[in-house]
Structure formats: C-alpha cells, structure tokens
C-alpha cells in the first residue's frame, strides 16, 4: 500500500512540470510527513488542459452518508479497480496524477516497524496514478482521490508486496485520458531500477512528525 508521501518541490515548479494551471489554494510545502485525509495537489485533465489543484487524500464513495461512514480508502487496487462499485466509475472517467517527492513504507521486523523511503533513483518527482471524485457532503462539496496499488516489483518486495503505480512521463497523457483509451496497461509496478529506498528514522512512525531529517537515509 501506500499509507504516507512526501513532497518538497515547489507548486508552482510542480505545475510546471507538468505542464499544469495552479490553483490558488494548494497545499503548503515542503511537507515531509503527508499522512491520509490531508490535502495533496493532483493533476487533473479536462478537454486537454490540466489543473493541478488540491483533494482530500482518501477516496469518499458517493454513498457514504459521512466521510467516516466507512473504510479510509487512500489506495485503489489496481486488479479490482475495474469492478469494485468504490472505484470503477472514476477509474473510466476521472483518472488524475498526483505528483510527490517520493513515500514510505515500512517493514516489519518482528514486532517492530522499520521505516523506508522510496524516490525515483533519478530524482525527479513521481507520478503516482490516482483516481479522484467529488462527494456531495452536508456542509458542500469535497474533492478526494486514492491512489493506484499494485504488485510489488523484485525491487519492493522486500520490503512490502504492495506498490504504487508510479507513471512515466510518458504515460502520463495516456492516464489523463487525453491520448485515446488504453490506460489499463499502465497499471503495473515500475521496473526495476527505478527506483531507490533507504531506510530513515523511525521518527516518521508518527504521523505528527515533521521535518527535513525524516528522509534522511540511516544504517540499514
């Protein structure tokens, strides 16, 4: 799964990127410690021109009578996301790239939680693949995404069987919907070499933690 990110580029350098109009009201980084139901910035598409606006990290089913009237779903299976009545509207029609630094994951020793982080090994920021919809709430309107999991790579699975689905640059006009259909394919793990991990502090365990040194690499 993918439970935690981090994003320290600029918004502005961000929409850049990917060649996206910024909102006025995007999240503040550098954030270090990006945990569920917070606010990410996403890259949505429409009729070819992208935003890179901000949703509640944490995908609300429009049945839901609260946004705690179930499950948080943060991430979006890529084998079920076709089929689960959750996702598989947004899965046709409102694919969205949500852009971070890099993310988490822990392995487990035992009963102790070792955190990593994972980037790209060539450093850009990632893509991860997401799916975003609106939920119609008592008190209006709120945006909110999940994002896309598969199978972890040789790479990953050390440390976790789960992985994002991290997009190429290339790929990313293909899942934005603006290069015909076939998105399908692109839900799979990258390649190996990607990219990399180092293990960091533990420190990030909580989700109050906050700061540059939480992605410092430390003695694996």
């Known amino acids: 799964m993918c439970g935690r990110i981090a994003n320290t580029v ?3 350098a961000m929409a850049q990127l990917f060649g996206a109009v910024p909102a006025n009201d995007l999240p503040v980084v550098p954030d270090y410690n ?20 901000p949703m509640r990290w944490g995908f609300i089913p429009h049945w839901y009578r609260a946004p705690n009237d179930g499950p948080l779903l943060i991430n979006a299976r890529a084998e079920t996301i076709a089929e689960k009545p ?18 988490y994951e822990w392995e487990r020793d035992g009963k102790v939680k070792l955190p990593w982080f994972v980037a790209r090994a060539d450093g850009a920021p990632m893509g991860f693949a997401a799916i975003w919809q ?4 008592a008190e209006g309107p709120l945006v909110t995404c999940a994002i896309v999991t598969t199978g972890a790579n040789a790479d990953m699975a050390r440390i976790h069987h789960r992985i994002p689905v991290v997009l190429e640059p290339d790929d990313w006009a293909l899942w934005l919907g603006e290069a015909g259909h076939g998105a399908a394919r692109l839900m799979r793990a ?5 990219l990399s991990f180092h293990r960091v502090g533990t420190a990030v365990n909580s989700n109050r933690a906050e700061g540059p040194e939480l992605i410092d690499p430390i003695e694996a």
Do not use: K, Y
């Open 86 to 103: 959750a996702f598989r509207a947004a899965a046709r029609a409102r694919r969205c790239i949500l852009p971070a630094s890099g993310f």
């Open 134 to 137: 609106t939920w119609e709430g």
């Open 190 to 194: 990258p390649q190996n070499g990607v």
């Open 10 to 12: 600029p918004q502005t």
């Open 34 to 53: 990006i945990c569920p139901t917070q606010a990410v910035a996403v890259v949505t598409s429409d009729a070819g021109l992208r935003h890179l606006r």
